[in-house]
């Protein structure tokens, strides 16, 4: 996300790697614009002023109180005018992922803030309590203390709960949809694979039972829930086997396997060949490769 002063504007694409911003703003004489656009989500509140949003080919005016949340990926701006008063935060998706609330709600909140929010209309106490959650997080990053991050985390938390609440969930206990279990146990994968969850912690965290996490898994991909999770930690062990000169016990520890002995049966039970076979047989293919291109004339 990049703010100027209204006059110029210079777009910088947000890479994978960048940080999570918040700022407030505060009637300044200048109008401020701010243009997004790559993997982080943005959400604007507005207490006081008006502005527009350019959002999916769409021109949009916002007046204050209001909210404006944009999913990560997607490309506009957003103008201030002078004098208007808010708050903004870019939020990196890994960020968003790890502050999810647990339990019955996190496929509606999931589902919730991968929708767009263009300027919806805020009751002012709601902007306050926005504002203040915006306002922590900014002073947690400023101060970069010992548990700052955790802090971080817990703030944005709240702020993911606000915006839910204000996209108007239903009130009935609704049950996901298969296709929002399976959504929503995919992302929690590629969250906590090396920290060894059970099938029970995954489905609590979903809000469903292991038999209904089991079903909706097994229907939509044919396959068990633990076996894609297995999956996933042996196509991250193969990468690192291929791309990295790490030791095979440094690898089963970064994957979150104490013992290497263990970790070698593991991935020889899943893949069909040890860790030490794969590595030997990937050398081999990228030197036949390297021969091949060499005996072009």
């Given at each position: 996300?990049?703010?100027?002063?209204?006059?110029?504007?210079?777009?910088?694409?947000?890479?994978?790697?960048?940080?999570?911003?918040?700022?407030?703003?505060?009637?300044?004489?200048?109008?401020?614009?701010w243009?997004?656009?790559?993997?982080?989500?943005?959400?604007?509140?507005?207490?006081?002023g008006?502005?527009?949003?350019?959002?999916?080919?769409?021109?949009?005016?916002?007046?204050?109180?209001?909210?404006?949340?944009?999913?990560?990926?997607?490309n506009?701006?957003i103008l201030f005018?002078?004098?208007?008063?808010?708050?903004?935060?870019?939020?990196?998706?890994?960020?968003?992922?790890?502050a999810?609330?647990?339990g019955?709600?996190f496929?509606?909140?999931?589902?919730?803030?991968?929708?767009?929010?263009?300027?919806?209309?805020?009751?002012?106490?709601?902007a306050?309590?926005?504002?203040?959650?915006?306002?922590a997080?900014?002073?947690?990053?400023?101060?970069?203390?010992?548990?700052?991050?955790?802090?971080v985390?817990?703030?944005l938390?709240?702020?993911?709960?606000?915006?839910?609440?204000?996209?108007?969930?239903?009130?009935?206990?609704?049950q996901?949809?298969?296709?929002?279990?399976?959504?929503g146990?995919?992302?929690?994968v590629?969250?906590?694979a090396?920290?060894?969850?059970?099938?029970?912690?995954?489905?609590?965290?979903?809000?469903?039972?292991a038999?209904?996490?089991?079903?909706?898994?097994?229907?939509a991909?044919?396959?068990?829930?633990?076996?894609?999770?297995?999956s996933?930690?042996?196509?991250?062990?193969?990468?690192?086997?291929?791309?990295?000169a790490?030791?095979i016990?440094?690898?089963?520890?970064?994957?979150?396997?104490?013992?290497?002995?263990?970790?070698?049966?593991?991935?020889k039970?899943?893949?069909?060949?040890?860790?030490?076979?794969?590595?030997?047989?990937a050398a081999?293919?990228?030197?036949?490769?390297?021969?091949?291109?060499?005996?072009?004339?």
């Amino acid at each position: 996300m990049r703010a100027s002063s209204t006059g110029s504007v210079v777009p910088r694409p947000a890479a994978p790697s960048d940080p999570i911003e918040a700022r407030l703003f505060q009637g300044g004489l200048a109008g401020m614009e701010w243009t997004f656009r790559g993997r982080r989500s943005h959400v604007f509140v507005l207490q006081a002023g008006s502005g527009s949003l350019t959002f999916a080919e769409q021109d949009v005016v916002v007046a204050g109180p209001a909210i404006v949340w944009i999913p990560a990926d997607a490309n506009g701006s957003i103008l201030f005018e002078a004098g208007a008063e808010g708050g903004t935060l870019a939020i990196p998706d890994v960020l968003l992922g790890s502050a999810m609330p647990v339990g019955a709600i996190f496929s509606q909140v999931r589902d919730a803030i991968t929708r767009p929010i263009l300027g919806a209309r805020l009751a002012t106490a709601d902007a306050r309590q926005l504002l203040s959650t915006i306002a922590a997080i900014d002073q947690e990053l400023r101060l970069d203390v010992p548990g700052a991050q955790e802090a971080v985390r817990h703030h944005l938390a709240l702020l993911l709960l606000q915006v839910w609440r204000l996209s108007k969930p239903s009130t009935e206990q609704a049950q996901p949809s298969p296709r929002m279990i399976l959504r929503g146990f995919v992302h929690l994968v590629e969250l906590h694979a090396r920290e060894h969850w059970s099938l029970a912690e995954y489905a609590n965290t979903l809000g469903v039972t292991a038999d209904r996490l089991n079903t909706a898994v097994r229907r939509a991909t044919g396959r068990t829930p633990m076996e894609l999770i297995h999956s996933r930690l042996v196509a991250e062990a193969a990468m690192l086997l291929d791309g990295s000169a790490m030791q095979i016990a440094e690898i089963a520890n970064v994957l979150g396997f104490k013992d290497p002995a263990y970790f070698s049966r593991f991935f020889k039970r899943v893949a069909g060949h040890s860790p030490k076979a794969h590595r030997q047989d990937a050398a081999m293919k990228r030197t036949a490769q390297e021969t091949n291109f060499a005996a072009w004339p």
